[in-house]
């Protein structure tokens, strides 16, 4: 229950299915003709653009909200989050009627603070470090007892974010490759450990932005490497991957591509005109390592983890 | 088949709903919480958008182009629009083997004109002007002997425009109110044939910008009002409204409401936020409508068909 050390196993992600289900979305897989000509594979896309909150994160936080016992809950729960998770973990907190404190970095997107706050979280602001959003977080938590829901390493996150991609394998015929984006590595995680479990055959593979390669340098160099300082447009995958995080790539044996933000930033577009759905660059990141990597799947099937919708209209990258 | 006299029937848009079944995509209906919150009434979004060639219009085209003998169907057929009839033509044509011949008036979107040479149609530009547009369309018919298939006075068009509101019916439960943009008429005209057949309580209302409210003056002065002006962002809806298209919507009692492009901006931006789908001008006069009187449609349910998708990224009207 929230143990920062155990990892959590197939079983644990269809518990969070189970215990989600009231809750979140089944959100649909979408195809398109047009882009599986361009690059000569079958791609579902699965539309986590269309979750509550806009995004998968709310997969994991509702699990972790509802996985608290009753006198635990009542404290509230406690994050830190440049956006996305934040919302997530707000709006999980009102499915229970329990107060969510969020520790938001000073500079975070416009658009994911007005959800944070729409959602009834409780903001606070913080310098933008990882000791200025944990001295923040672990402050409110010593005051309100509430339970720190950490947005990548909490065990009931990655196992709550790993429903994404049991559900796409749920929706779809036998996949050859489920590709994620790669931020803190809670998404990644938690789907290698769906795809293993429910697929004998579907590899796990991972994309994630040049500027900010860290997971991807970690399992090169076989040990987590923390002092990389991120440089891309996708501000979901900014984090530097979690201990627990990269271990379980490492046991599953993920494979990472990168991406220029270059390259996400058309597939980004292309997703817009050829799906005509909102989705963050952090997503497209998934695409572009598809597109830029195609020999190796032509004529394969391939889930996409559509991760997010929330954009801010007002600063499209194009 | 393609008299531009005889009104279709009921029957008719069923004939349609079979005959396109093998190519036109069911789209899906979506919900938002907060856009019901908002209204005060429930409201189920009809995603055209998600259809072939990214609008409502590859229906009625693809009625048309099926329902030609084989003999009429080898000569191809012919058209002139603005935009998304001409793509779905060139697309419906397309999905029978035979040419299509679109000409498309000076100045039209280039996202639309993408899509058009995209289905593999043949493009003839025209000065933007009703005449213009008649005379070039009138040449090639007589040069090819293509079939003319007008964007809204075909009967086959209107019919197969209908397929939506009656597919809309289907998917959801006992509606109120349709409502449906109008530019020239066809879909409003399909939809109002469609909801008279198929509920006994549903009504058709129509959604028209204040600046190309033809349709609205006609309905008012009960005769067709030809020299207005259009002057609105909402490029889908700038045609005058067809004899036809009138007298079916007296007929069945459509009322219009007229929406400014102010309130049309501002609907379309909440629709891409809350339901993270990409929609053009002309569909958020629906949800515009709607807002603008929203104390007419408290606690009602009401289907919006939302038309269409192609978008200019590069021009986006905030």
Known sequence: MGSENKKPVFEDILAAAARIAPYAHVTPVLQSASINELVGAELFFKCENFQRAGAFKFRGACNAVWNLDEQAASNGVVTHSSGNHGAALALAAKTRNIPAYIVVPNGANPAKLKAIEQAGGKITFCDNTMKGRDDAADKIRQQTGAAMVHPYTNVDVIAGQGTAALECLQQTPTLDFMIAPVGGGGLISGTAIAVAGKSKTCRTIGAEPSGAADAYESLQANMRITDIVSNTICDGLRATVGEINLHIMQERRVEIFTVPDQDTIEAM??????????????????????????????????????????????????
Not at 298 to 314: E, H, M, Y
């Open 269 to 318: 577009r292309l997703i817009w005109e050829r799906l005509k759905i909102l989705v963050e660059p952090s997503c497209a990141t998934v695409l572009a390592a598809i597109i830029k990597n195609k020999m190796q799947f032509t004529g394969k099937k391939i889930g996409l983890i559509i991760t997010g919708g929330n954009v801010d209209l007002d600063s499209l990258p194009w």
